[in-house]
């Protein structure tokens, strides 16, 4: 599924390329196009069949309440949406990791006493995670590589020895770390992914309803939250807020997820 698979998209740099961006201070254009590339096979292979699963669940649950039922051309409309949203989040997700890659090359650039070939190493974990993750990651190797480097140099080692021991030693312990940012950043995807879906999904399929005639043009749409303690001031604020088909709720939000991990939904409400 959409978390298993996400880390392998790391894989998608060479080490060789890697050092080259690090000495010319950014990654290549032709970079950027395969990343695009690779995400959209990924997205192909997991995110639609497995958004179009939960959003055609999510529909049959909704419309067997307001007395519907889910037809083949109701799933016309939940196509649509898997292709325009897989589109867009194709494009935001390489724009993003271009950004983040970017900014770990400045990064790594600027860094002394490290060699290219130990930066290119450092740097390559931190791909698919977002900018703010793969600084974290960058530092966190910069930080055990400057403690290693010191005790090798405290016992004696000569500076080159000592660098590149502290590389290995810096890298194994990035390892872990890396490994939980990925599953947090899958994680995040997976949960914000299948909440754009399930509240996409159902309003396109209420709208289509409304266009057939079976639900009343004057349907309106009414925000809920879980109502537990875990909402936010954000979210409490909206709940049982009501608005029009075509308007947004305060705040210009136009349906749930306000925000990462927003567990909010919309209720259709017509007199
Ligand atoms: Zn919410």
């Known amino acids: 599924m959409l978390l298993r698979k996400w880390a392998s998209i790391q894989d998608a740099v ?32 997991n995110y639609g069949p497995y958004v179009g699963q939960s959003v055609a669940n999510a529909a049959t649950a909704k419309m067997a309440r307001y007395g ?53 190493y450092a740097v390559g974990p931190c791909i698919g995670l977002t900018e703010r993750q793969a600084r974290a990651a960058f530092d966190f190797y910069r930080q055990r590589h400057a403690d290693y480097y010191n005790i090798y140099i405290d016992s004696g080692m000569g ?27 899958a994680y995040n995807i997976a949960s914000n992914e299948l909440a754009y879906a399930y509240n996409n999904g159902i309003e396109e399929v209420v709208r289509e309803c409304i266009i057939e005639g079976k639900l009343p043009g004057g349907t309106r749409r009414k925000w809920f939250t879980s109502r ?11 709940d049982g807020v009501i608005v029009g088909m075509n308007e947004k709720f305060p705040g210009d939000i136009d349906m749930p997820p306000a925000h990462n991990r927003c567990r909010c939904a919309l209720d259709y409400i017509y007199d």
């Open 68 to 120: 519907g039922i889910l037809h083949d051309p109701m799933y016309k409309a939940i196509d649509r949406y898997i292709s325009r949203r897989g589109r867009f989040l194709v494009k935001e997700l390489t724009t993003s990791q271009r950004d983040a890659m970017n900014s770990i090359v400045r990064m790594a650039a600027f860094t002394d006493n490290m060699t290219i070939e130990e930066l290119a």
């Open 228 to 238: 537990d303690e875990r909402v936010c001031k954000k979210c409490g604020s909206l």
């Open 159 to 185: 500076v080159d020895l000592s660098s590149s021991k502290a590389a290995e030693k810096a890298l194994t312990s990035q390892a872990g770390y890396k490994a939980k940012l990925h599953k947090e950043r």
């Open 14 to 45: 060479s080490y060789a390329e890697l050092s080259n961006a690090i000495r010319q201070g950014k990654i290549s254009k032709g970079q950027v196009e395969q990343w695009r590339n690779e995400y959209s096979l990924f997205m192909a292979m």
